[in-house]
Protein backbone atom coordinates (compact mmCIF):
# COMPACT_ATOMS: atom_id res chain seq x y z
CA UNK A 1 0.00 0.00 0.00
CA UNK A 2 1.23 3.57 -0.62
CA UNK A 3 2.20 5.36 2.14
CA UNK A 4 1.06 8.57 2.76
CA UNK A 5 3.65 11.09 3.43
CA UNK A 6 1.78 14.60 3.06
CA UNK A 7 -1.89 15.52 4.29
CA UNK A 8 -3.61 18.49 2.89
CA UNK A 9 -6.92 20.60 3.85
CA UNK A 10 -6.64 24.06 2.42
CA UNK A 11 -9.41 26.31 3.31
CA UNK A 12 -9.26 28.30 -0.39
CA UNK A 13 -10.30 26.33 -3.80
CA UNK A 14 -6.57 28.08 -5.27
CA UNK A 15 -4.99 26.14 -2.73
CA UNK A 16 -6.24 22.86 -3.56
CA UNK A 17 -6.13 23.49 -7.60
CA UNK A 18 -2.80 24.05 -7.07
CA UNK A 19 -1.61 20.75 -4.91
CA UNK A 20 -3.54 18.92 -7.63
CA UNK A 21 -1.75 20.52 -10.35
CA UNK A 22 0.71 17.63 -10.58
CA UNK A 23 -2.20 15.15 -10.89
CA UNK A 24 -1.09 12.96 -8.43
CA UNK A 25 -3.22 13.52 -4.99
CA UNK A 26 -5.70 11.71 -3.30
CA UNK A 27 -8.91 14.10 -2.54
CA UNK A 28 -10.92 13.14 0.38
CA UNK A 29 -14.35 14.90 1.37
CA UNK A 30 -16.70 12.07 3.44
CA UNK A 31 -15.28 9.31 2.56
CA UNK A 32 -17.76 6.92 2.30
CA UNK A 33 -16.43 5.23 -0.93
CA UNK A 34 -12.42 6.03 -0.70
CA UNK A 35 -12.53 4.21 3.17
CA UNK A 36 -13.90 1.07 1.80
CA UNK A 37 -12.42 1.26 -1.47
CA UNK A 38 -8.79 1.74 -0.50
CA UNK A 39 -9.04 -1.23 2.47
CA UNK A 40 -10.33 -3.86 0.11
CA UNK A 41 -7.84 -3.13 -2.31
CA UNK A 42 -9.71 -1.85 -4.95
CA UNK A 43 -7.75 1.36 -4.89
CA UNK A 44 -4.69 2.92 -3.66
CA UNK A 45 -3.69 6.28 -1.78
CA UNK A 46 -1.45 8.18 -3.21
CA UNK A 47 1.33 9.99 -1.57
CA UNK A 48 -0.51 13.27 -1.22
CA UNK A 49 -3.92 13.41 0.42
CA UNK A 50 -6.00 16.10 -0.25
CA UNK A 51 -8.82 16.86 2.21
CA UNK A 52 -11.11 19.08 0.23
CA UNK A 53 -14.49 19.41 2.97
CA UNK A 54 -13.34 22.62 4.59
CA UNK A 55 -12.49 24.62 1.24
CA UNK A 56 -14.73 27.84 1.36
CA UNK A 57 -17.58 28.27 -0.71
CA UNK A 58 -17.35 24.73 -1.75
CA UNK A 59 -20.98 23.51 0.11
CA UNK A 60 -24.02 24.81 0.16
CA UNK A 61 -27.08 24.69 -1.83
CA UNK A 62 -28.41 28.26 -3.80
CA UNK A 63 -30.02 29.33 -6.90
CA UNK A 64 -29.09 32.09 -8.81
CA UNK A 65 -31.66 33.31 -11.53
CA UNK A 66 -32.98 30.13 -13.11
CA UNK A 67 -30.07 28.27 -11.76
CA UNK A 68 -29.43 25.45 -8.80
CA UNK A 69 -26.11 24.85 -7.61
CA UNK A 70 -24.96 22.26 -5.24
CA UNK A 71 -21.87 22.25 -3.91
CA UNK A 72 -19.83 19.28 -4.32
CA UNK A 73 -19.26 18.87 -0.69
CA UNK A 74 -22.73 19.08 -0.03
CA UNK A 75 -23.94 16.25 2.04
CA UNK A 76 -26.65 13.95 1.04
CA UNK A 77 -28.56 14.82 4.72
CA UNK A 78 -28.02 18.16 3.74
CA UNK A 79 -29.71 17.47 0.32
CA UNK A 80 -32.11 15.62 2.06
CA UNK A 81 -33.65 18.29 4.67
CA UNK A 82 -33.22 21.30 1.88
CA UNK A 83 -36.62 22.87 2.40
CA UNK A 84 -35.69 24.67 -1.14
CA UNK A 85 -34.61 21.46 -2.78
CA UNK A 86 -38.14 19.81 -1.15
CA UNK A 87 -40.25 22.62 -3.60
CA UNK A 88 -38.49 22.85 -6.59
CA UNK A 89 -36.81 19.66 -7.45
CA UNK A 90 -38.22 17.02 -4.51
CA UNK A 91 -37.31 14.01 -6.92
CA UNK A 92 -33.80 14.83 -5.17
CA UNK A 93 -34.83 14.73 -2.00
CA UNK A 94 -36.55 11.77 -2.88
CA UNK A 95 -33.30 9.33 -3.77
CA UNK A 96 -31.51 11.08 -0.59
CA UNK A 97 -34.15 9.60 1.08
CA UNK A 98 -33.46 6.12 -0.38
CA UNK A 99 -29.50 6.81 0.09
CA UNK A 100 -27.67 4.03 2.54
CA UNK A 101 -28.05 5.02 6.12
CA UNK A 102 -28.35 8.33 8.42
CA UNK A 103 -24.98 7.88 9.55
CA UNK A 104 -23.27 7.85 5.53
CA UNK A 105 -26.10 10.17 4.55
CA UNK A 106 -24.29 12.67 7.06
CA UNK A 107 -21.09 12.33 5.97
CA UNK A 108 -21.66 11.54 2.29
CA UNK A 109 -20.98 14.13 -0.19
CA UNK A 110 -22.84 14.67 -3.42
CA UNK A 111 -19.47 15.11 -5.56
CA UNK A 112 -18.32 11.70 -3.87
CA UNK A 113 -20.97 10.16 -5.47
CA UNK A 114 -20.41 11.45 -8.56
CA UNK A 115 -17.15 11.08 -8.99
CA UNK A 116 -16.81 8.06 -7.58
CA UNK A 117 -19.08 6.96 -10.82
CA UNK A 118 -20.36 3.64 -9.84
CA UNK A 119 -23.62 2.65 -12.26
CA UNK A 120 -25.29 2.30 -8.97
CA UNK A 121 -25.10 5.55 -7.93
CA UNK A 122 -28.23 6.61 -6.03
CA UNK A 123 -27.78 11.06 -6.92
CA UNK A 124 -27.35 10.29 -10.80
CA UNK A 125 -30.54 9.34 -12.21
CA UNK A 126 -32.38 12.34 -10.71
CA UNK A 127 -29.50 14.58 -11.43
CA UNK A 128 -29.50 13.30 -15.58
CA UNK A 129 -33.53 13.60 -15.45
CA UNK A 130 -32.85 17.38 -14.27
CA UNK A 131 -30.40 17.70 -17.11
CA UNK A 132 -27.59 18.80 -14.53
CA UNK A 133 -23.86 19.48 -15.63
CA UNK A 134 -20.64 19.43 -13.63
CA UNK A 135 -18.29 21.97 -13.07
CA UNK A 136 -14.99 21.27 -13.19
CA UNK A 137 -12.08 23.38 -11.67
CA UNK A 138 -8.43 23.28 -12.34
CA UNK A 139 -5.32 25.87 -11.98
CA UNK A 140 -4.07 26.95 -14.76
CA UNK A 141 -1.88 30.03 -16.44
CA UNK A 142 -1.70 31.20 -12.60
CA UNK A 143 -5.51 31.02 -12.07
CA UNK A 144 -8.52 28.69 -11.45
CA UNK A 145 -10.08 27.74 -14.73
CA UNK A 146 -13.20 25.93 -14.77
CA UNK A 147 -15.35 23.70 -17.70
CA UNK A 148 -19.02 22.93 -17.26
CA UNK A 149 -19.48 19.01 -18.61
CA UNK A 150 -23.29 17.57 -19.05
CA UNK A 151 -23.55 15.33 -16.43
CA UNK A 152 -24.64 12.66 -19.41
CA UNK A 153 -21.15 12.88 -21.13
CA UNK A 154 -19.57 12.85 -17.55
CA UNK A 155 -19.58 8.95 -17.04
CA UNK A 156 -17.12 6.80 -19.15
CA UNK A 157 -16.58 3.03 -17.40
CA UNK A 158 -17.17 1.93 -14.17
CA UNK A 159 -15.02 3.95 -11.49
CA UNK A 160 -14.09 6.57 -14.47
CA UNK A 161 -15.04 9.77 -15.70
CA UNK A 162 -14.07 12.58 -18.65
CA UNK A 163 -12.36 14.42 -15.46
CA UNK A 164 -8.93 15.31 -15.16
CA UNK A 165 -6.55 13.81 -12.65
CA UNK A 166 -5.67 17.56 -11.81
CA UNK A 167 -9.73 18.56 -11.53
CA UNK A 168 -11.27 18.47 -9.09
CA UNK A 169 -15.78 18.97 -9.22
CA UNK A 170 -16.38 22.10 -7.36
CA UNK A 171 -20.30 22.21 -8.07
CA UNK A 172 -23.05 20.49 -9.82
CA UNK A 173 -25.52 22.54 -11.55
CA UNK A 174 -28.99 22.94 -13.26
CA UNK A 175 -32.12 25.12 -14.66
CA UNK A 176 -34.90 25.59 -11.80
CA UNK A 177 -37.59 23.19 -13.01
CA UNK A 178 -40.40 24.27 -15.08
CA UNK A 179 -43.30 24.71 -12.43
CA UNK A 180 -45.36 21.61 -14.23
CA UNK A 181 -42.29 19.31 -13.72
CA UNK A 182 -42.99 16.66 -12.30
CA UNK A 183 -39.45 13.89 -10.85
CA UNK A 184 -39.90 10.14 -9.38
CA UNK A 185 -37.17 7.86 -8.45
CA UNK A 186 -37.17 4.29 -7.94
CA UNK A 187 -34.62 2.08 -6.32
CA UNK A 188 -34.46 -1.55 -5.63
CA UNK A 189 -32.15 -3.73 -3.27
CA UNK A 190 -32.57 -6.34 -0.56
CA UNK A 191 -32.35 -3.86 2.69
CA UNK A 192 -33.89 -0.48 2.75
CA UNK A 193 -30.58 0.72 4.18
CA UNK A 194 -26.97 0.44 3.16
CA UNK A 195 -27.48 -1.32 0.43
CA UNK A 196 -25.91 -0.87 -3.54
CA UNK A 197 -28.87 -0.22 -6.03
CA UNK A 198 -30.17 -3.13 -8.08
CA UNK A 199 -31.82 -1.30 -9.96
CA UNK A 200 -33.42 2.70 -9.92
CA UNK A 201 -35.24 4.77 -12.11
CA UNK A 202 -35.92 8.19 -12.59
CA UNK A 203 -38.64 10.11 -14.21
CA UNK A 204 -39.54 13.39 -15.46
CA UNK A 205 -41.72 15.15 -17.22
CA UNK A 206 -44.18 18.23 -17.65
CA UNK A 207 -47.52 18.17 -17.54
CA UNK A 208 -49.66 20.63 -19.57
CA UNK A 209 -52.87 19.99 -21.27
CA UNK A 210 -53.34 16.32 -20.07
CA UNK A 211 -49.67 15.35 -22.25
CA UNK A 212 -46.37 14.56 -21.14
CA UNK A 213 -43.94 16.58 -23.01
CA UNK A 214 -40.05 17.39 -22.28
CA UNK A 215 -40.37 13.31 -20.82
CA UNK A 216 -36.61 12.43 -19.40
CA UNK A 217 -36.01 9.00 -18.50
CA UNK A 218 -32.35 7.78 -16.46
CA UNK A 219 -31.52 4.25 -15.22
CA UNK A 220 -28.69 2.93 -12.87
CA UNK A 221 -27.29 -0.52 -12.51
CA UNK A 222 -28.50 -1.79 -15.98
CA UNK A 223 -25.48 -0.59 -17.87
CA UNK A 224 -21.71 0.07 -17.43
CA UNK A 225 -22.43 3.96 -16.60
CA UNK A 226 -25.77 5.44 -15.55
CA UNK A 227 -28.08 6.51 -18.67
CA UNK A 228 -30.65 8.56 -20.24
CA UNK A 229 -33.11 5.62 -21.70
CA UNK A 230 -33.49 7.67 -24.86
CA UNK A 231 -36.11 5.13 -26.63
CA UNK A 232 -38.58 5.02 -23.05
CA UNK A 233 -38.23 8.81 -23.32
CA UNK A 234 -39.40 8.68 -27.25
CA UNK A 235 -42.25 6.43 -26.79
CA UNK A 236 -43.66 8.74 -23.95
CA UNK A 237 -43.15 11.81 -25.30
CA UNK A 238 -46.36 13.95 -25.91
CA UNK A 239 -48.21 11.37 -24.90
CA UNK A 240 -51.87 12.08 -23.31
CA UNK A 241 -52.36 11.24 -19.60
CA UNK A 242 -56.23 9.98 -20.60
CA UNK A 243 -57.71 6.62 -18.82
CA UNK A 244 -58.27 5.41 -22.03
CA UNK A 245 -55.20 5.24 -23.84
CA UNK A 246 -52.70 5.10 -20.58
CA UNK A 247 -52.34 1.20 -20.45
CA UNK A 248 -51.32 1.28 -24.43
CA UNK A 249 -48.66 4.14 -23.64
CA UNK A 250 -47.18 2.56 -20.04
CA UNK A 251 -46.87 -0.61 -22.49
CA UNK A 252 -45.35 0.80 -24.72
CA UNK A 253 -42.60 2.48 -22.75
CA UNK A 254 -42.23 -0.86 -20.87
CA UNK A 255 -41.42 -2.20 -23.85
CA UNK A 256 -38.73 0.30 -24.75
CA UNK A 257 -37.12 -0.17 -22.13
CA UNK A 258 -35.39 -3.39 -23.44
CA UNK A 259 -34.02 -1.15 -26.09
CA UNK A 260 -31.85 1.18 -23.12
CA UNK A 261 -31.00 -1.29 -20.26
CA UNK A 262 -28.24 -3.94 -21.10
CA UNK A 263 -28.10 -5.24 -17.42
CA UNK A 264 -25.71 -8.20 -17.15
CA UNK A 265 -25.37 -10.81 -14.42
CA UNK A 266 -23.41 -10.37 -10.98
CA UNK A 267 -23.21 -11.48 -7.55
CA UNK A 268 -26.03 -9.29 -6.92
CA UNK A 269 -28.63 -10.27 -9.66
CA UNK A 270 -29.15 -11.93 -12.87
CA UNK A 271 -30.11 -9.87 -15.46
CA UNK A 272 -32.99 -11.07 -16.45
CA UNK A 273 -34.11 -9.71 -12.50
CA UNK A 274 -32.72 -6.75 -13.34
CA UNK A 275 -34.31 -5.78 -16.88
CA UNK A 276 -38.19 -7.10 -14.75
CA UNK A 277 -37.15 -4.45 -12.42
CA UNK A 278 -36.21 -1.90 -14.78
CA UNK A 279 -39.69 -2.73 -16.16
CA UNK A 280 -41.85 -2.64 -13.09
CA UNK A 281 -40.40 0.61 -11.86
CA UNK A 282 -40.80 2.28 -15.32
CA UNK A 283 -44.47 1.37 -15.12
CA UNK A 284 -44.75 2.44 -11.67
CA UNK A 285 -43.24 6.38 -11.59
CA UNK A 286 -45.47 6.86 -14.69
CA UNK A 287 -48.47 5.96 -12.77
CA UNK A 288 -47.45 7.59 -10.31
CA UNK A 289 -46.78 11.10 -12.59
CA UNK A 290 -50.12 10.73 -13.74
CA UNK A 291 -51.43 10.72 -10.28
CA UNK A 292 -49.68 13.61 -9.64
Not at 55 to 80: H, P, Q, W
Not at 149 to 159: D, R
Amino acid sequence: MQEITTYLAPRRLDEALQAMADGAATVLCGGTDLAPQTESGARQYTAKLLNIRRIEGLGGIETKGDKVRIGAVTTISEIRCNPMLAEIAPVLVEAAEHFASEQIRNAASVGGNLCNASPAGDMIPPLLILDASVELACWREGAVQTRLIPLEGFFVSPGKTVKRPEELLTAVVFDRPAADFVGKFRKSGPRPALEISTVSVALGACIADGRLSNVRVAMGSVAPTPLRARHVEAALEGKPLDAATWAATIAVAVAATAEDAKPIDDVRASAWYRGHLVRVFVEEVLNEVRGN
